[in-house]
């Protein structure tokens, strides 16, 4: 039964790693990024990807001109959202100044002036303004802080989500662009039949990675789920003698419940900056916590046994 179960485990790993290679395998770093664009592309502005695929010699200075008009309404549009985006981590980065009730009120103080400056371009002052006028103690701010930064967090990603998208229409245009400049016809048919060629390869291999992925991930929690059954089964079989495995394991999941229930889920400068949440916040806080007492734990261990040692040998 355990070589039966082994074979299994040993078959689904092999077969989600066997899936990976021989789909990567012809990715050389210039195709993958290509074939990313594309899918991007593809998802934000489908559109694009079907009008260059029905582009000829004739049609191509016209997907040009059209394009490059949607790209400079669409750069202006993402330059105000980054003024806004710059406007709201501005904001909660001065923020991190308030500690307790004092420097509080000292900002309160100074907030009617401050947010005259600061929001002077902002298209929501309301937003702030009035939020930040509803905080009366340091309790109130704390809820209040922990919101916006969610709130900053949601703004912050769909900037760079925007910006991503711009960046791949940018790269396919100046491809277009660099065929149209060819001055031989012949060159400027066969690098346009390439690249459409390209674009519906790439269409194509988007849906088999997605099924490709879908399959890997099944295969990969499947052997998981076999693995952790088979451990548990093996375990409860032998309880007597695997008892010291299950205190360990119990031990561990009540280090990580502590250590996420006492951590705390502020958002510092630096958290805020890698685009990290709340959420986010209290996990890590519940792994250092792990590692340390795991750590520390084991070299305390590792000392007590050396104690004895000599302590037994002194007998």
Not at 257 to 277: C, N, R
Request: net charge neutral.
């Amino acid at each position: 039964m355990r070589k039966i179960i082994n074979i299994t485990i040993f078959a689904l790993a092999g077969l989600a790693a066997l899936l990976v290679v021989l789909f990567g395998f012809g990715f050389n770093q210039e195709t993958k990024d290509k074939f990313q664009n594309t899918v991007e592309i593809k998802a934000n502005n489908p559109q694009m990807l079907t009008d260059l695929a029905n582009a000829t010699l004739e049609t191509l200075p016209d997907f040009i001109t059209k394009y490059e008009e949607n790209l400079t309404t669409v750069n202006t549009e993402l330059k105000n959202q980054k003024i806004q985006r710059d406007i709201f981590y501005t904001f909660t980065f001065h923020l991190t100044d308030i500690t307790d009730q004092e420097t509080l009120d000292n900002f309160k103080a100074k907030f009617p002036e401050y947010s005259k400056s600061l929001f002077a371009s902002a298209k929501n002052k309301d937003y702030y303004i009035n939020g930040f006028n509803k905080v009366k103690t340091f309790s109130d701010f704390q809820s209040y802080y922990n919101k916006l930064t969610a709130d900053y967090y949601n703004v912050n990603q769909e900037y760079l989500v925007n910006a991503a998208a711009v960046k791949t229409e940018i790269n396919l245009l100046k491809q277009v662009r660099d065929i149209n400049a060819a001055v031989s016809v012949t060159k400027k048919q066969y690098d346009l039949n390439e690249l459409q060629k390209n674009i519906k390869s790439y269409k194509t291999e988007s849906l088999e990675f997605n099924v490709t992925m879908n399959l890997f991930y099944l295969l990969f929690f499947v052997t998981f789920a076999a693995m952790i059954i088979f451990l548990l089964w093996n375990v409860f079989i032998n309880i007597k003698s695997n008892i010291g495995l299950l205190a360990g394991v119990g031990v561990m999941v009540l280090l990580v419940i502590i250590g996420y229930v006492l951590s705390s889920s502020e958002l510092t400068p630096s958290a805020i900056k890698e685009q990290l949440d709340s959420g986010n916040m209290k996990w890590i806080g519940a792994g250092l916590f792990t590692f340390y007492c795991a750590f520390f734990g084991t070299i305390a261990a590792i000392i007590i046994t050396l104690i004895l040692n000599v302590i037994k040998k002194a007998k």
